[in-house]
């Protein structure tokens, strides 16, 4: 006998897999005269080149925004202007926000660096009236690697710059604004039941039927649904930790792969063998792949196997790509 129980959880995507796998440039050239093409460069150094994403938010997106910071948004913030690093390989590295705070005595001015998962790589603050303390390097580096379920706050997971405390945590609204916007325009949040049967104690484990395959309506959609798969392996070659779960998600990958072939091509849609094949060779080697992570967990054998894979993915985006996908409907 069973009982059936409900585990929430975020599903928070930012759209690499899309980049990777059906989009072309999302975002138009801005160098325009108040483009921060300095500022910028030192923020991201790396980059080839940067490009504009301007936006509006909604009602609802500023509602939920002022709820998620416990305040209320600046005029400046309704219209937020993103700024997109690009690699040498005209793929986007992450996203940039000029954000302004109230700070004890006066506007604090700074800027916030995301990497492609959502993580903060850098802040910076510009001009305040404020101790020099809250824009020392020092003070700054502790948010790096903090994302959208940190608290951001003095006392939990922040350390003040010392008797400075209200003017920290101003700062730190910095990079919690950042990231609370950029999921608010960019990522799809929502809590999603997920049935899962746990067997009561003392009763025999049954055999779980196999996962169906959801219903897709397009291309997008099915993209969609293999993110947060992309992502837990990812994360599992990154953390190496999470071993089944990589598994069972290259697993679903690979049954996902086979359905692409089924929706026609933005691009070269006469040349349906080709697109054909590689769709089979991108299953059958997510396939091979999962298989071996589950005998190997991480080696060079299955890092090499994950390489190829990713390959894979940019001979079908180079062949077969050519549609935009805007952010916004996401």
Request: hydrophobic share 45%; proline share 5%.
């Amino acid at each position: 006998m069973f009982f059936r129980i409900y585990c929430y959880r975020r599903v928070s995507v930012l759209l690499t897999f899309v980049f990777l796998m059906v989009c072309v440039p999302l975002f138009s050239n801005a160098q325009d005269a108040e483009f921060p093409a300095q500022r910028l460069t030192a923020i991201f150094p790396k980059a080839k080149k940067f490009v504009q994403k301007r936006t509006v938010l909604t009602p609802d997106q500023i509602a939920s925004i002022e709820k998620d910071i416990a305040g209320k948004l600046r005029t400046a913030d309704l219209k937020p202007i993103f700024y997109i690093p690009i690699n040498e390989v005209d793929k986007p590295i992450g996203l940039v926000l000029f954000v302004g705070v109230e700070g004890p005595n006066g506007i604090i001015d700074g800027a916030v660096a995301l990497n492609m998962r959502g993580k903060v790589v850098k802040v910076e603050v510009y001009a305040h009236k404020e101790s020099e303390a809250i824009a020392s390097a020092e003070f700054l580096k502790q948010f790096t690697g903090m994302g959208i379920d940190d608290a951001f706050k003095v006392g939990e997971d922040v350390a003040a710059a010392e008797a400075h405390e209200d003017a920290s945590n101003a700062v730190a609204l910095i990079p919690k604004k950042t990231l609370v916007m950029s999921y608010a325009l960019f990522l799809k949040q929502k809590q999603t039941p997920e049935p899962e049967e746990i067997p009561e104690p003392n009763t025999p484990e049954e055999i779980t039927e196999a996962e169906e395959m959801p219903e897709v309506e397009d291309l997008k959609a099915l993209m969609m649904l293999m993110i947060d798969d992309y992502f837990v392996v990812v994360d599992y070659f990154d953390d190496k930790m999470g071993k089944a779960e990589a598994v069972e998600a290259a697993k679903r990958l690979a049954k996902y792969a086979k359905s692409i072939s089924s929706f026609e091509p933005p691009k070269n849609a006469d040349q349906t063998e080709e697109y054909v094949y590689l769709q089979d060779k991108f299953s059958d080697t997510l396939l091979k792949f999962a298989d071996a992570l589950e005998k190997e967990g991480i080696s060079d054998g299955t890092r090499e196997q994950w390489n190829a894979i990713v390959e894979l993915i940019n001979q079908a985006h180079l062949r077969f790509s050519e549609e935009e996908i805007d952010l916004d409907t996401y």
